[in-house]
């Protein structure tokens, strides 16, 4: 099997970090062909309600962004999958907390460069991707961690704030997957986590407090300084909750090299995982050349 950069596909390898609080945070990652010749890494950051595997982040969308000079990875944010665990007991813990997954990121950083070796590799480019509410994630890290050279946002709210003209089905969706769910499980005396997709909590209204209450990106654009390019569904119903578009388009006009593409499909990007992975893939080449040639032209390791 050759992946799309013209290299045999390398064996997926399943790493785990401590992040923020104690919780034992679990993902996956593709090593490069060459460790010596690492160039860049690549960081894929699910959204809301699912995990490192899920739509449109599934394996062949994340195999596709592999090359012989790249690490890509990808993890279950807290609160999600495998990483909702005390990394000490293993016991059961409720960690969702989307400041935390902010410095997550960092922390997953620090364990792909310490792995690697890459602490002090000249010319290293480090792209996060994010989906969804992982798109936020990422944009908030690149505002406070300098060793993110670029942002990739698919369909991802800059606020969480809910426009009126959507509420009552806000208030729909929050009655059918947060208050029924917690009824159920409060009235049957449930010590388990409450399950919604991919995503575990005990207490899913506190979660959703710390979801809604999270500061809009406008707070944050001011320290972006990396290009960022911000894909939007052409057929996403649910980004109109949060005015996406319009946000969006506020938001980009903050932070320089930044810029705004309306991509084939909804939400999860079902059935068009190929045409996002190219779209990524372009996107992350074109604004890589364009770092080389402002940021570190000399360091950079071409090839012919």
Same mark, same amino acid.
């Given at each position: 099997?050759?992946?799309?950069?013209?290299?045999?596909?390398?064996?997926?390898?399943?790493?785990?970090?401590?992040?923020?609080?104690?919780?034992?945070?679990?993902?996956?990652?593709?090593?490069?062909?060459?460790?010596?010749?690492?160039?860049?890494?690549?960081?894929?950051?699910?959204?809301?309600?699912? &995990?490192?595997?899920?739509?449109?982040?599934?394996?062949?969308?994340?195999?596709?962004?592999?090359?012989?000079?790249?690490?890509?990875?990808?993890?279950?944010?807290?609160?999600?999958?495998?990483?909702?665990?005390?990394?000490?007991?293993?016991? #059961?813990?409720?960690?969702?907390?989307?400041?935390?997954?902010?410095? %997550?990121?960092?922390?997953?950083?620090?364990?792909? #460069?310490?792995?690697?070796?890459?602490?002090?590799?000249?010319?290293?480019?480090?792209?996060?991707?994010?989906?969804?509410?992982?798109?936020?994630?990422?944009?908030?890290?690149?505002?406070?961690?300098?060793?993110?050279?670029?942002?990739?946002?698919?369909?991802?709210?800059?606020?969480?704030?809910?426009?009126?003209?959507?509420?009552?089905?806000?208030?729909?969706?929050?009655?059918?997957?947060?208050?029924?769910?917690?009824?159920?499980?409060?009235?049957?005396?449930?010590?388990?986590?409450?399950?919604?997709?991919?995503?575990?909590?005990?207490?899913?209204?506190?979660?959703?407090?710390?979801?809604?209450?999270?500061?809009?990106?406008? &707070? #944050?654009?001011?320290?972006?300084?990396?290009?960022?390019?911000?894909?939007?569904?052409?057929? &996403?119903?649910?980004?109109?909750? #949060? %005015?996406?578009?319009?946000?969006?388009?506020?938001?980009?006009?903050?932070?320089?090299?930044?810029?705004?593409?309306?991509?084939?499909?909804?939400?999860?990007?079902?059935?068009?995982? %190929?045409?996002?992975?190219?779209?990524?893939?372009?996107?992350?080449?074109?604004?890589?050349?364009?770092?080389?040639?402002?940021?570190?032209?000399?360091?950079?390791?071409?090839?012919?």
């Amino acid at each position: 099997m050759v992946s799309a950069g013209g290299r045999k596909a390398a064996q997926e390898e399943e790493f785990s970090f401590d992040g923020v609080g104690g919780v034992k945070i679990f993902g996956n990652l593709i090593p490069p062909g060459d460790a010596t010749q690492v160039s860049e890494i690549i960081l894929c950051h699910h959204g809301l309600w699912a &995990d490192a595997s899920f739509p449109p982040f599934q394996d062949r969308l994340v195999r596709s962004l592999a090359r012989e000079d790249r690490i890509v990875i990808a993890y279950d944010a807290r609160g999600h999958g495998r990483s909702c665990r005390d990394s000490v007991t293993g016991e #059961f813990r409720d960690y969702f907390d989307v400041d935390a997954m902010v410095t %997550d990121v960092t922390l997953a950083l620090n364990f792909v #460069f310490s792995k690697f070796s890459l602490i002090d590799r000249k010319g290293l480019r480090t792209v996060v991707v994010g989906h969804s509410l992982g798109g936020y994630v990422a944009l908030r890290a690149a505002a406070g961690d300098p060793r993110i050279s670029q942002v990739i946002t698919v369909s991802s709210p800059m606020s969480f704030h809910v426009v009126r003209r959507v509420a009552p089905f806000k208030d729909f969706m929050e009655a059918l997957i947060v208050d029924i769910p917690q009824r159920i499980h409060d009235g049957i005396g449930d010590k388990g986590p409450i399950s919604i997709m991919k995503f575990r909590a005990r207490n899913a209204r506190e979660a959703e407090k710390k979801f809604l209450s999270a500061p809009p990106i406008h &707070d #944050f654009a001011g320290k972006i300084s990396c290009p960022v390019t911000f894909l939007i569904g052409e057929e &996403d119903v649910l980004i109109e909750i #949060f %005015d996406t578009r319009k946000e969006t388009r506020e938001v980009s006009a903050m932070i320089p090299s930044s810029s705004i593409a309306s991509v084939p499909g909804e939400h999860a990007f079902l059935g068009v995982e %190929d045409i996002l992975g190219r779209l990524i893939g372009k996107e992350i080449g074109e604004k890589g050349k364009e770092w080389l040639a402002r940021e570190n032209p000399a360091n950079w390791p071409r090839k012919e």
